[in-house]
């Protein structure tokens, strides 16, 4: 990748789009009527999904020039670049190779001359070893109990990826093991997941890749008292009951954790796009068992090796992404909902809002220069049907446009017996099916209130089963489809240097917070602040 390219918004085919967005007249009812071929043209079937972009306001023209674009800033040679462990990470000069971590081709994947895979099947080995043990009883509390919960502290990408991940598998959990995350700071979180843990019964997992996360190593001290308060201040309680997920071991062993206890990965796997490392293969393997968790590797792998080979226009993250850069630059929608019709699916969006927002909200290219175009999408989502009746009147009537993905599936996770004729799944699907052709084909009405204007795009993804391989799979489609985005923008989607100015000053507040602590009336509590954020302290500090 040539950091000194083109600007994207200097390119060809980015005139031609400006120009055929400047002449395009959305009419999806008309574009559906007289172009039967419309939906050969803009879906694409595999064996695993099938990704139906029929209601984007695109034409063929659109279309094809989106992927002139692509091949005019060479997506080709990024993606390459990226499986084959180059440093595309140019601020932080580091590869970003998640890939290789599900890599079951059986090739070996090179980083400086060196094969990273024994590394990453010796981790791998060692959490099917470790978690066996513990599912299977052979490795014991200190006083002799099952450890049958699994407390993860972790945030951010050690948080967000295995809860979606734990939360779609959940059908498949080892019955009797249990999953709690404990992510925010607020002691609400800690209470509300730890109150009613027996300790004696508990693992815990620190994750963290750089184990010095403000928020995460709050919530590791505050565990670590709650254990030993119960279990006693007995290096033997920390060694039986604490493990950790880190690339930091000698943090971890300040800790007090047996680095014989860290599960290990690399500074090439990046926190969002962390789910298939140890950081989601540590508990969601004491969750599902080892097994459960190869099978998301498997569907990630499948999805990694459609997006390596699959040609641009067959190519679904590539497709989806330059949808949505459509979406954004040309058509102004700056907003995606994510609504998976599957209740189990209901932490992908905040896993998508991560992986997305972190990835691709930037402002400068990979020389630095201050890029005229947007770049990133603000995400949301949360399942069908409890969306339609909460915001989806804005998406059908309001004035700003929202692009959504519509995610269903074939199977449910469960049948429910009933007499009814329509199961509670196909009941589910019908909203599945509507919620689409409502949004692009409208209603008129005499009465404005009742207008539909329709026009209004979206995707839809069919699978065929909500099991772990699936859960792999749509993490993978994510990751790449950020990817994609970031590579054809031209910028770095794999820093994330915004999250670094907020951490400073609360760094220092809480210095002065621990000053007036200490003596109330110290001026040095105060000064240098602004009025507002002086009063508000102030009114927090006297409570
Ligand atoms: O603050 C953002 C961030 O750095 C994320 O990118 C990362 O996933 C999260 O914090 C947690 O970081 P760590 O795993 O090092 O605790």
Same mark, same amino acid.
């Given at each position: 990748m040539? @950091?000194?390219?083109?600007p994207?918004?200097?390119?060809k085919a980015?005139?031609?789009?400006?120009n055929?967005?400047?002449k395009?007249?959305p009419?999806?009812?008309?574009w *559906?009527e007289s172009d039967?071929r419309?939906?050969?043209?803009?879906?694409?079937?595999?064996? $695993? /999904?099938?990704f139906d972009y029929?209601?984007?306001l695109?034409? %063929?023209e659109?279309?094809?020039t989106?992927?002139?674009?692509?091949?005019?800033t060479?997506?080709k040679?990024?993606?390459n670049?990226?499986?084959?462990?180059e440093?595309?990470?140019v601020t932080?000069?580091r590869s970003?190779l998640?890939?290789a971590?599900?890599?079951f081709?059986?090739?070996n994947?090179?980083?400086n001359?060196?094969? /990273?895979?024994?590394d990453?099947?010796?981790?791998?080995s060692k959490?099917?070893?470790?978690?066996k043990k513990?599912?299977?009883?052979?490795?014991?509390?200190v006083k002799?109990d099952?450890l049958?919960?699994?407390v993860?502290?972790?945030?951010g990408?050690?948080?967000?990826?295995?809860?979606?991940l734990a939360e779609?598998?959940?059908a498949?959990?080892?019955e009797g093991?249990?999953?709690?995350f404990i992510? &925010?700071v607020d002691p609400t979180?800690f209470?509300?997941?730890?109150?009613?843990?027996?300790?004696?019964e508990t693992?815990?997992?620190?994750?963290?890749?750089t184990?010095?996360t403000?928020?995460t190593?709050?919530?590791?001290r505050?565990?670590?008292?709650?254990m030993?308060?119960s279990?006693g201040?007995d290096?033997?309680?920390?060694?039986?009951?604490?493990?950790?997920?880190?690339t930091?071991?000698?943090?971890?062993?300040?800790?007090?954790?047996?680095?014989?206890?860290m599960?290990g990965?690399?500074d090439?796997?990046?926190?969002?796009?962390?789910?298939t490392?140890?950081?989601g293969?540590?508990?969601?393997s004491l969750y599902?068992?080892y097994?459960?968790?190869?099978?998301?590797?498997k569907?990630?792998?499948?999805?990694?090796? $459609?997006?390596?080979?699959?040609?641009f226009e067959?190519?679904i993250?590539?497709l989806?992404?330059?949808?949505?850069?459509?979406n954004?630059n040309?058509?102004?929608?700056k907003?995606?909902?994510?609504v998976?019709y599957?209740?189990?699916?209901h932490?992908y969006a905040?896993?998508c809002?991560?992986t997305?927002?972190?990835?691709n909200?930037k402002?400068?290219d990979?020389?630095?220069?201050?890029?005229?175009?947007?770049?990133?999408?603000v995400?949301?989502? %949360?399942?069908?049907? &409890?969306s339609?009746?909460?915001?989806f009147?804005?998406? $059908?009537?309001g004035?700003?446009?929202?692009p959504i993905? *519509?995610?269903?599936?074939?199977?449910?996770?469960?049948?429910v017996?009933?007499n009814e %004729?329509?199961?509670?799944?196909?009941?589910?699907m019908?909203?599945f099916?509507?919620?689409?052709?409502?949004?692009?084909?409208?209603? @008129?009405?005499?009465l404005?209130?009742?207008v *539909?204007?329709?026009?209004r795009p979206?995707?839809?993804?069919l699978l065929?089963?909500?099991?772990?391989?699936?859960?792999g799979?749509?993490l993978?489609?994510?990751e790449h489809?950020t990817?994609?985005k970031g590579?054809?923008?031209g910028? &770095?989607? *794999?820093?994330?240097f915004?999250?670094?100015?907020?951490?400073?000053l609360?760094?220092?507040?809480?210095e002065?917070?621990k000053l007036?602590?200490?003596d109330?009336?110290?001026?040095?509590?105060?000064?240098?602040? &602004?009025v507002?954020?002086? %009063?508000?302290l102030?009114?927090f500090m006297?409570?």
């Open positions: 040539s @950091e000194q390219r083109t994207v918004n200097e390119t980015w005139a031609k789009l400006k055929l967005r400047k395009l007249e009419d999806l009812k008309n *559906f039967p419309r939906r050969e043209h803009f879906s694409q079937s595999t064996d $695993h /999904v099938l029929t209601r984007q695109i034409t %063929e659109v279309m094809d989106l992927l002139e674009l692509a091949e005019e060479d997506l040679s990024s993606i670049s990226m499986f084959a462990g440093k595309i990470n932080e000069q970003v998640h890939t971590l599900r890599n081709s059986g090739n994947v090179y980083l001359g060196n094969d /990273v895979m024994p990453i099947k010796a981790v791998l959490i099917e070893g470790f978690s513990i599912i299977n009883g052979e490795l014991l509390g002799g099952k049958k919960n699994i993860s502290v972790g945030i990408g050690s948080y967000l990826g295995p809860e979606y779609v598998s959940k498949s959990a080892i093991m249990n999953l709690y992510a &925010n979180d209470v509300r997941k730890t109150e009613k843990l027996n300790p004696a693992l815990v997992i620190i994750v963290s890749k184990f010095t403000a928020e190593m709050a919530n590791a505050a565990v670590k008292s709650w030993t308060n279990l201040d290096p033997e309680v920390i060694k039986k009951h604490f493990i950790a997920v880190s930091a071991q000698k943090r971890v062993e300040e800790f007090g954790i047996d680095p014989e206890n599960f990965f690399w090439w796997v990046g926190g969002r796009f962390s789910a490392s140890a950081v293969g540590v508990p969601l599902l068992g097994d459960n968790f190869v099978e998301i590797l569907g990630a792998f499948w999805m990694d090796q $459609h997006f390596q080979n699959q040609p067959k190519n993250p590539v989806a992404g330059l949808i949505d850069l459509w954004i040309f058509m102004g929608y907003t995606r909902a994510i998976p599957s209740q189990a699916w932490k905040a896993h809002q991560q997305e927002m972190e990835s909200g402002s400068v990979l020389s630095g220069r201050s890029v005229e175009f947007d770049t990133g999408e995400i949301f989502g %949360e399942p069908g049907t &409890n339609q009746h909460s915001y009147q804005l998406l $059908h009537q004035s700003s446009i929202v993905d *519509f995610i269903g599936f074939i199977n449910p996770q469960y049948k017996e009933s %004729e329509i199961s509670l799944h196909e009941e589910l019908t909203n099916f509507a919620q689409p052709d409502a949004l692009a084909f409208g209603k @008129e009405n005499e404005p209130h009742k *539909f204007t329709g026009n979206s995707n839809v993804f065929k089963n909500q099991n772990p391989f699936a859960a799979l749509l993978s489609l994510l489809r990817a994609a590579f054809i923008w910028i &770095n989607s *794999f820093d994330q915004g999250v670094e100015l907020g951490k400073e609360g760094i220092n507040i809480r002065r917070m007036y602590k200490k109330p009336a110290n001026p040095e509590v105060f000064s240098g602040l &602004n507002s954020t002086s %009063e508000l102030k009114s006297e409570g």
